[in-house]
C-alpha cells in the first residue's frame, strides 16, 4: 500500500508564492514518476507537473510553464511544487498521484487513468 499526503496548501494573495509537498508514507513503490494534478470546482482534473523519479526531468502544463517548479527528494520520498506568481484560476485542490510500480507513466500524456496511487488533496486558494 501506497499512501500520499499532500501539504503546503493556503490562502495566499495573487502573485505570491506557495510550496506544496507530497510524502509518500507506509510503502513506497518506486514509481518512475510522480505528478501533480488539480481540481477546480466546475472544471476537469487537469495535469499541473510531472517528473521522472529516475531521470530527474520534468513537464508541466502550458498554463503553468515558467511559473510552477517541481521536484523531489527522493532519500526524504517527497516531491514538491514550488508555485510563484501565483493567479487566482490556480485556485484548487491539489492532488499527487503516482503509478503503480508495474506501470509505466509517460510524463506530458496526463492520462488519469494510468495513476494508481491519489492523495487527497492539499487546498490552494489566491485573491
Known amino acids: 500500500q501506497v499512501q500520499l499526503v499532500e501539504s503546503g496548501g493556503g490562502s495566499v494573495q495573487a502573485g505570491g508564492p506557495l510550496r506544496l509537498s507530497c510524502v509518500a508514507s507506509?510503502?513506497?513503490?518506486?514509481?518512475?514518476?510522480m505528478a501533480w494534478f488539480r481540481q477546480t470546482p466546475g472544471k476537469e482534473r487537469e495535469g499541473v507537473a510531472c517528473?521522472?523519479?529516475?531521470?530527474?526531468?520534468?513537464f508541466y502544463a502550458d498554463s503553468v510553464k515558467g511559473r510552477f517548479t517541481i521536484s523531489q527528494d527522493n532519500a526524504k520520498n517527497v516531491v514538491y511544487l514550488q508555485m510563484t506568481n501565483l493567479r487566482p484560476e490556480d485556485s484548487g485542490t491539489y492532488i499527487c498521484?503516482?503509478?503503480?510500480?508495474?506501470?509505466?507513466?509517460?510524463?506530458?500524456?496526463?492520462?488519469?487513468?494510468?495513476?494508481?496511487?491519489w492523495g487527497q488533496g492539499t487546498q490552494v486558494t489566491v485573491s
Open positions: 498521484a503516482a503509478p503503480s510500480r508495474r506501470n509505466f507513466y509517460k510524463c506530458g500524456s496526463w492520462r488519469q487513468g494510468g495513476l494508481s496511487h
Open positions: 507506509g510503502y513506497w513503490s518506486n514509481s518512475n514518476c
Open positions: 517528473i521522472y523519479t529516475g531521470a530527474d526531468s520534468t
